[in-house]
Nanobody, 122 residues
């Protein structure tokens, strides 16, 4: 039932940076999780990063590890995805979702947002 809101996308050149925001009230505490996913044109949606344990723990997919960084601001009910050294293959629609963290899995409880578009040109 909870609605998330993604923002911060845009168009950049290869090597550039963007910071995406996900406003998700009530899901920044221990036992909750926020997960970022993306869907490139012509491809399926894939999970790329998850933050949980009150923001103390993070998991990154190998495709973004070392370039992307998760953080959260509890006062603002916001999770941030800092994306650095962007590549054309990072282009796509980026979504966030939130839910319960249990058994090593982030199970979605929120609705899907409309996403935010990221375009990286070569």
């Amino acid at each position: 039932q909870v609605q998330v809101m993604e923002s911060g996308g845009g168009s950049v050149q290869t090597g550039g940076s963007l910071r995406l925001s996900c406003v998700v009230p009530g899901y920044t505490g221990v036992g909750k999780c926020v997960r970022w996913l993306r869907q490139a044109e012509g491809k399926t949606r894939e999970g790329i990063a998850t933050i949980f344990n009150g923001g103390e723990s993070r998991i990154y997919d190998s495709s973004v590890r070392g370039r992307f960084n998760l953080s959260q601001d509890n006062a603002q009910n916001t999770v941030y995805l800092q994306m650095n050294r962007l590549k054309p293959e990072d282009s796509g629609m980026y979504y966030c979702m939130a839910g319960r963290w249990y058994g090593g899995v982030c199970t979605r409880e929120t609705n899907w947002g409309q996403g935010t578009q990221v375009t990286v040109s070569s």
